[in-house]
């Protein structure tokens, strides 16, 4: 939703945004509505069929439309590039205003890689082609002119942010030997039993989980000894951690602390008092013991894994989990190719987008990041060694390392050029799919029909392209309700690769659009990931799954075995 306040405030001229105008109606005094073509069962939203509508300005009646009619509002291609470039540029300026009003002060990894995610440079290439073309238009041009300056000003302005944010974030030499020593610690296992231990003796509810103590410490110790605290202000950080959790808690049963006790019993008014006194005591000594072991670590640390650059494949990005904490410093090197999907990551409340990236880095970080993960083998793939003095990694190792993690990319379809029809392999594939479906098609009472519907989403039916776009096939998908269709996880079957070496995947995710006269389907790769187009010659078949129907049930994609 836009307002006129925000769009001033980042230097958006609002008079072209006030000529976009949208064909709604409501009755009374509710939501708007996009007045609807079809009734019954294919209609976007119920309250939309009957409805009279009139032309109003969008920025006026955009926060009050009907979350089902939203996502069928229409204007002209022109008007809805600069309608999406102006919220581009909101979004973003309220970002780095937020980022600009921060205090001064030491800067960590895990915020950076927070900040990058959501760096304007991340929508800069989708906003100039959006708006780019349109610079010359005489009806929208002088819009999309005052739009790209306000885009690059706010571009502008987040990239001195994040310069800034490196500058006071320490070094990577100082976070990877600091994370080496926790893991040299850590490898030991005796670290963790003991913390074990103690968290089985406190009283608490029933349900709570046990407080992981040696995670606790870890983390405050490793925070201000990334940013070049001492030994001392160190151990003080960690002790503190640890008792604004554990300090004056209760002992759930004397014969729950391990044996020999460390403080003697005499003095206490009951074995309960003596019990409460011995845990503080042994959590305390905890702490200490843990920090000297960790500064041992520290100081042995050789910082090995050699100099020159390489490759590194990372997934499960951003870097802004708890788990990530001693990974975040890879935020601050450049990336090479796209962000891919890679499924799903759980949340408190659900499921959000996990991805995979290839940077280029030291061979020291990488050689950190591989050791780090190495009971989780799909982080961190290693790639080729970058040469000195070269002008960057070549495009081929790249993709290659991307599939790894996400099989079609959007390079596959725009090498095949204009005008690409299916290989054989395709083709050969579509026959054997509308082959072992002839019985089933010809029960349907027509194009439009339900049953065609309910049997797609659940597996039962597929829907393959026709050969040659567009045929009875397409026909058949413009039918279909799109808008339903992303309510169930689908399968995807399409050729993946460029064209001299190409393989059939299965792609996991929703449906989200279809351009009838280009074929293209939209396509919302599983963990809720933003849609990809796909294009008509490269499908095999679109159809759903019979035994996985959810999103927590099915991978991001597997190979084809039909």
Not at 5 to 22: F, N
Not at 290 to 298: F, I, S, T, V, Y
């Amino acid at each position: 939703m836009l307002r006129e306040k925000e769009l001033s405030a980042a230097g958006v001229h609002v008079g072209p945004l006030r000529r976009i105008t949208v064909v709604l109606g409501r009755a009374g005094s509710g939501k708007w509505h996009v007045p609807a073509k079809a009734a019954g069962w294919r209609s976007h939203c119920r309250y939309a069929q009957h409805l009279t509508g009139s032309p109003l300005v969008l920025l006026d009646v955009c926060g009050h439309v009907c979350r089902h009619c939203a996502p069928v509002v229409r204007v002209e291609p022109g008007e809805e590039a600069l309608w999406r470039a102006a919220i581009d540029v909101v979004a973003a300026d309220k970002r780095v205003r937020a980022l600009e009003e921060q205090e001064a002060g030491p800067r960590s990894w895990e915020g950076y890689a927070r900040v990058l995610w959501e760096a304007a440079r991340h929508r800069d290439p989708e906003v100039r082609r959006g708006l780019g073309p349109l610079a010359a238009d005489p009806s929208v041009g002088a819009g999309a002119r005052r739009l790209l300056t306000a885009w690059s000003g706010v571009l502008e302005r987040s990239e001195t942010v994040l310069a800034g944010w490196r500058a006071a974030a320490p070094s990577a030499r100082e976070v990877t030997s600091v994370s080496g020593a926790c893991d040299a610690v850590a490898a030991d296992g005796t670290v963790q039993r003991t913390g074990q231990e103690l968290a089985a003796a406190v009283l608490r509810p029933r349900w709570a989980q046990p407080f992981d103590v040696w995670a606790a410490v870890r983390r405050a110790w490793s925070g201000v000894r990334d940013q070049g605290g001492g030994p001392h202000a160190a151990r003080t950080a960690a002790m503190r951690a640890v008792e604004a959790v554990w300090g004056g808690v209760r002992v759930r049963d004397v014969t729950a602390l391990p044996e020999p006790a460390l403080v003697t019993g005499s003095g206490f008014a009951s074995p309960a008092q003596w019990a409460d006194a011995e845990f503080q005591h042994r959590w305390q000594q905890y702490v200490l013991d843990w920090c000297d072991r960790l500064e041992e670590a520290l100081g042995a640390a050789t910082g090995d894994g050699g100099e020159g650059w390489q490759l590194l494949r990372v997934s499960g990005w951003p870097l802004t989990g708890k788990r990530d904490a001693e990974l975040a410093h890879l935020a601050q090197y450049e990336q090479h190719g796209p962000t891919v999907p890679f499924g799903g990551r759980r949340t408190g409340y659900g499921v959000e987008p996990d991805h995979a990236v290839v940077l280029a880095v030291p061979r020291f970080a990488a050689r950190h990041a591989a050791d780090h993960t190495r009971d989780d083998r799909q982080r961190i793939t290693l790639g080729p060694d970058l040469l000195a003095g070269g002008a960057g990694p070549d495009e081929r190792d790249v993709l290659a390392l991307l599939r790894g993690a996400y099989p079609y990319l959007p390079a596959d379809a725009e090498g095949d050029g204009p005008g690409a029809r299916p290989t054989a392999m395709v083709t050969t594939a579509r026959a054997v799919r509308r082959a072992a479906q002839l019985g089933r098609r010809g029960a349907y009472s027509g194009p439009d029909s339900m049953e065609v519907y309910d049997d797609l989403v659940v597996g039962t039916y597929s829907w393959v392209p026709d050969d040659d776009h567009p045929g009875p096939a397409a026909a058949e998908m413009e039918n279909l309700p799109v808008h339903w269709l992303n309510d169930w996880t689908l399968c995807l079957d399409v050729e993946c690769g460029m064209r001299d070496e190409t393989v059939l995947h299965r792609l996991y995710g929703t449906v989200t659009s279809y351009e009838p006269g280009t074929g293209r389907v939209g396509f919302s790769p599983t963990g809720g990931h933003p849609a990809i187009l796909v294009p008509v010659h490269r499908i095999v078949a679109l159809t759903g799954d019979r035994q996985r129907r959810t999103a927590g049930q099915v991978p991001a994609h597997e190979p084809y075995e039909e």
